[in-house]
């Protein structure tokens, strides 16, 4: 939040994860916003109330939807691998998936809805390729366990995990212009490889992009 702007109208403080600020500051005011497994409508309360979108979110837990409406967000249940279809095409300016893409079950679907029914698609997602990651799998034959994904391989919401690398060859595949792109760390700090996408792949424990349709 900037020096001396307003407290949120909710009076919730802001996130600590810096990853929810910097998708903020990809989106320009007054724009219609869809925010795909929003949670408790975290991002949707920075958005709405800083920078006068008209958003609206989806979210598969119910108890966090009840969380955003008491808020006073709009906030619906719905499920993003069966529900994106029932919307128009262009009916947002942009669409936001933030650590969920590697959840869904058809991910690859999951962006080109996203990109059919927004003008642009921001994205968010665990990155595989971390460090971190290559040496538990290289020294204990395990699923690995970082900050980033912190849950056992048995409990765990992740099926589709990806590197950063990964995500790169899906856009170009598809046909998705990759606008932005950041190599963060888990709570979003901007990492100095932000620019090579080698040395991101192997040092930033998320990837942050923004998308459209070529």
Not at 25 to 34: A, D, H, K, W, Y
Request: charged share 25%; with cysteine; hydrophobic share 40%.
């Amino acid at each position: 939040m900037a020096e001396g702007a307003p407290p949120l109208r909710s009076g919730r403080p802001l996130s600590d994860r810096l990853d929810l600020r910097l998708i903020a500051e990809m989106v320009e005011p007054r724009s219609r916003v869809l925010d795909i497994g929003c949670g408790d409508g975290a991002l949707l309360d920075i958005l709405v109330h800083e920078k006068g979108v008209d958003g609206r979110g989806i979210e598969i837990d119910m108890g966090e939807v009840a969380a955003a409406v008491a808020q006073g967000l709009s906030v619906i249940h719905a499920d993003a691998d069966t529900d994106l279809a029932f919307y128009p095409d262009g009916a947002f300016d942009y669409v936001i998936l933030s650590r969920t893409l590697q959840a869904t079950e058809r991910p690859r679907e999951v962006l080109a809805q996203m990109l059919r029914i927004g003008r642009r698609a921001i994205v968010s997602f665990p990155n595989f390729g971390h460090w971190t990651v290559r040496l538990a799998l290289l020294t204990t034959g395990r699923m690995p366990r970082t900050r980033a994904l912190d849950r056992p391989w048995y409990d765990t919401p992740n099926i589709h995990l990806c590197t950063i690398s990964d995500f790169f060859d899906l856009c170009a595949m598809d046909g998705y212009t990759v606008e932005r792109w950041l190599g963060v760390d888990d709570q979003g700090k901007r990492t100095p490889w932000r620019r090579n996408r080698r040395l991101a792949n192997l040092f930033a424990e998320q990837g942050l992009f923004l998308l459209s349709r070529r």
